[in-house]
């Protein structure tokens, strides 16, 4: 990597990673708009009786009875100077809506994240390094099973076998409400609330990693790089970790990047089966209710996640891999 | 007088919910004091404060924080909440309410006539549009004296007296609200009122909890330390929670019907399906008139008869619930049982329609129409499926559209449909909540007005008569009329009485005490 030219490299990344944002709000902000229904209309009809007037003031409250185009330029002014704007139905702002969900969502995603890739990542290098004996075979077919099944059953099949059954671990929430713990206490109440859902969670991306790792670490170990080392005599475990997972981690840590970038805006499956106060109920549930802003804010959030990730990614196969060069 | 056994026996049947608020006494269980009801709420309400949203879910969590000046027994007799007592002048026009004493709200501040005055004469007026409709009819608010008020009607309204319940006429503190934006006010997110449980901490997504007010009003109430209410967003993950013990209770629409078989099979669960009476939810099936055939009585008729409704309250509510009989809820004053909407018939129903010249085609089809379903949970999509197989054995293809809340809400509003399910609150009197969806005046495209279209002058007569007298003799005749004309002209396909299961522990005690149910402040609820 030429150090000089980095930079530059950077500034145009984020310029255009900027546009890119801007953009997805824009299109965000008419898809959302689209939808049929309106946040007055959805109170009006959750509350069971409303007039002319009840709507209308809703609606002015809202800010909804302002034309279309106003309110993008509203909205756009806002986030442009990082106000995400205010949710009326919640009485609460974006940001602080957001930020309440954050550590929650961070918490289940990374741990999952984590989760899968140590797991998955050992998975797949056990696999290829024993290809075609049975524990490859036992290896392959689990990763088929977790990647096949629906986030949703797994979750509720190992909340009736631990939570019902053995009763081990809650089977839903955060942690134990209106208790006294101590600092540590409260911390292994969190943990024991946590390992269900970001189980659940992690499965299906320990799949994905399995086979990837599996896939191109076949591929690596047959070409002449490998072959030379193995002729050199270097050690076969040398082998593996530093000539072919090496080379095999591109794919994976592109895959990764997605999964990074998906990391803020939570699960809505998961979140809900195991009623896990994450983002991805949020925005699902300001769906329903058309709440807007908060939709956006959290859309836009997510936005600047992903973009970030991808630079990150591409910054990141630079270190791993010294022919990528950044350009 | 010597009360005679056969008295005796008469007055505890006309009471049967004091009798069941006294039934854990009877039982010889005392209430106790100490505990913490975790019990759930779905879905999470958007605030917490009571008139500034008056969801479901938001009464029944602002329920134990609010109070009302009346609650009301399951035969909607008012019981002493707030006011100790009331008096109504002889020409109805004036209430007269006298207020319990030493009640405080929870920042310390004392409640007084002032604040009742504000809640109903501005609080309530401005934001709810169910008050509105019956707070306008006020000509004047009176604070006789600190614990004395007085409201005085420009004309009689015999249904006056069920507007005091919390869940529509909560008392607020005049001193947080009063010149300020209601819907912002800094009192909306840390709600104050003189219920039995304050606010202490909501975690979005998590739980709320509420807290015992010490300086309730009541002596020795509440017997509970705290009411933690979990947010369970799925109805599995809900009964799982329930039936592990890591929630205690759940209520309304926590636990679908088909669930609960198996939860009433438990031995260490109660439930009830009482506690709905003062609302009196009626589901029907919604015909837009504006759409051929559905214009025809003879088909909004025929496929009435097509339909089983014992089948929908026993196979699809598991019996929580009880098939209409007609527009009015059984619980609704003034229902009169004899007006009854036709039965199942498929041989009449087929008739009907020959009549109304719709043959059927080669495929056995006389006519297409679509079928909004109801988007409020699973047992909604089977009904709706259970409703094309029925119009089907008549020759009446239903074409099922699944939609979201948001999209329904909008559609229904605008007329967009041709059938849907909707289900209302008769607020326990046919003029706060039955009228509304069928007189011409309420034609509007807004939700919960008469969105059907359905006109018939002789109806809309009927229900101002009946609005308009003082005399409940007077009432009765003009809505027993009303039920018989309703009846005849078919504008909706009433399904049934809904009712909402609360399931709870048996260890917890007088969970439903009056016709409000599980809105109620909880002062009385105890574990032991």
């Given at each position: 990597m030429e150090l000089s030219r980095f930079p530059a490299y950077l500034a145009g990344r984020l310029v255009k990673a900027a546009v890119v944002v801007l953009a997805i709000v824009v299109c965000n902000f008419f898809l959302i708009h689209a939808a049929p229904g309106d946040p007055a209309s959805i109170i009006a009809g959750q509350s069971g009786s409303a007039d002319a007037r009840f709507l209308e003031q809703l609606r002015a409250q809202f800010g909804l009875d302002q034309p279309l185009y106003m309110q993008l330029w509203l909205y756009l002014k806002g986030v442009l100077t990082l106000?995400?704007?205010?949710s009326h139905r919640q009485q609460a702002s974006v940001a602080a809506l957001l930020w309440d969900r954050l550590p929650a969502t961070l918490l289940l995603t990374g741990a999952a994240f984590l989760f899968a890739i140590a797991i998955g990542v050992t998975m797949g290098a056990l696999a290829a390094r024993r290809v075609g004996t049975w524990s490859d075979s036992v290896i392959t077919v689990l990763a088929l099973t977790f990647y096949a099944t629906p986030l949703f059953w797994v979750g509720l099949m190992l909340v009736l076998l631990f939570?019902?059954?053995?009763?081990?671990?809650?089977?839903?929430?955060?942690m134990s409400v209106g208790v006294e713990l101590s600092r540590i206490g409260r911390v292994l109440d969190i943990g024991k609330h946590l390992l269900l859902p970001a189980l659940t969670l992690g499965l299906f991306y320990v799949a994905v990693y399995a086979r990837l790792t599996r896939a191109t670490m076949l591929e690596v170990a047959d070409q002449d790089f490998v072959k030379t080392a193995r002729a050199k005599g270097v050690p076969e475990g040398r082998i593996l970790r530093r000539h072919v997972l090496r080379n095999a981690m591109l794919p994976v840590i592109t895959f990764a990047g997605i999964q990074a970038g998906q990391l803020i805006g939570g699960s809505i499956l998961v979140e809900t089966v195991f009623a896990w106060p994450g983002i991805g109920r949020l925005a699902f549930e300001a769906l329903l209710a058309r709440d807007y802003q908060v939709l956006m804010g959290v859309f836009f959030c997510t936005s600047v996640m992903v973009v970030l990730f991808n630079l990150i990614t591409d910054l990141l196969y630079a270190v791993v891999d010294p022919r990528v060069e950044v350009s | 007088m010597a009360v005679s056994r056969r008295g005796l026996m008469a007055t505890a049947a006309a009471l049967p919910f004091l009798m069941r608020a006294e039934e854990a006494l009877a039982q010889g269980v005392q209430p106790k004091r100490g505990g913490t009801l975790t019990t759930i709420v779905n879905?999470?309400?958007?605030?917490?404060h009571i008139g500034i949203n008056n969801q479901g879910p938001t009464l029944i969590v602002a329920g134990k924080m609010f109070q009302g000046l009346l609650r009301y027994d399951a035969k909607l007799q008012p019981m002493p909440e707030l006011a100790k007592s009331w008096e109504i002048s002889p020409d109805g026009l004036e209430y007269t309410f006298r207020l319990q004493e030493n009640v405080k709200f929870h920042d310390g501040q004392p409640m007084t006539a002032e604040d009742v005055v504000f809640s109903i004469m501005k609080f309530h007026m401005e934001l709810s549009p169910r008050a509105r409709g019956v707070f306008g009819r006020i000509k004047e608010g009176i604070?006789?004296?600190?614990n004395t008020v007085k409201f005085v009607l420009s004309a009689p309204f015999e249904?006056?007296?069920?507007?005091?319940?919390v869940t529509v006429s909560a008392i607020v503190p005049k001193h947080l609200f009063d010149g300020q934006d209601y819907r912002q006010?800094?009192?909306?997110a840390k709600p104050v009122g003189t219920g039995p449980f304050r606010f202490a901490e909501w975690q979005r997504g998590n739980f709320i909890r509420l807290e015992r007010f010490?300086?309730?009003?009541?002596?020795?109430?509440?017997?509970?330390d705290a009411i933690i209410y979990r947010v369970v967003p799925d109805s599995q993950s809900r009964r799982l929670a329930l039936e592990s013990g890591q929630v205690m209770m759940t209520q309304s629409n926590d636990i679908e019907p088909f669930d609960v078989p198996q939860l009433r099979a438990r031995p260490n669960f109660e439930v009830k399906t009482e506690g709905w009476e003062y609302f009196g939810p009626l589901m029907w099936v919604e015909f837009?008139?504006?759409v051929k055939p559905l214009d025809d009585v003879r088909v909004r008729r025929a496929l009435t008869m097509a339909v089983n409704r014992d089948f929908i309250a026993q196979?699809?509510?598991?019996?929580?619930g009880k098939p209409a009989?007609?527009?009015?809820?059984?619980?609704?004053?003034?229902?009169?049982?004899?007006a009854k909407t036709p039965g199942y018939d498929l041989n009449a129903a087929k008739a009907l329609l020959d009549e109304a010249g719709l043959k059927p085609n080669g495929?056995?089809?006389?006519f297409t129409i679509r079928h909004m379903s109801l988007p409020y949970g699973e047992v909604f999509t089977r009904l709706a499926e259970f409703l094309r197989q029925s119009f089907r054995q008549v020759g009446v293809d239903l074409q099922l559209e699944s939609v979201d809340v948001g999209t329904w809400s909008q559609r229904t509003a605008n007329w967009d449909f041709d059938t849907t399910i909707n289900y209302l609150y008769q607020y326990g009197d046919p003029t706060l909540g039955v009228e509304r969806s069928y007189v011409?005046?309420?034609?509007?495209?807004?939700?919960?007005?008469?969105?059907?279209?359905y006109a018939n002058p002789k109806v809309d007569e009927l229900f101002t008569k009946g609005r308009d007298a003082a005399d409940p003799a007077v009432r009765q005749e003009a809505f027993s009329e009303v039920q018989k004309l309703l009846v005849s002209d078919v504008p909706l396909l009433w399904l049934m009485e809904m009712a909402f299961p609360t399931i709870y522990d048996k260890?917890?005690?007088?969970?439903?005490?009056?016709?409000?149910g599980v809105h109620a402040?909880?002062?009385?609820v105890f574990l032991a």
């Open positions: 106000d995400l704007g205010f939570s019902v059954t053995l009763e081990w671990l809650p089977s839903f929430g955060m | 879905p999470e309400p958007p605030v917490l604070a006789v004296d600190a249904p006056f007296l069920l507007m005091f319940d006010a800094p009192a909306v010490d300086d309730y009003w009541k002596p020795n109430q509440p017997y509970l837009n008139h504006r196979r699809l509510w598991f019996g929580i009989t007609g527009p009015f809820h059984s619980a609704t004053r003034f229902y009169d049982g004899s495929q056995g089809v006389r011409s005046t309420n034609i509007k495209k807004i939700l919960f007005s008469n969105v059907s279209g260890k917890l005690h007088n969970v439903i005490t009056s016709g409000a402040s909880f002062d009385d």
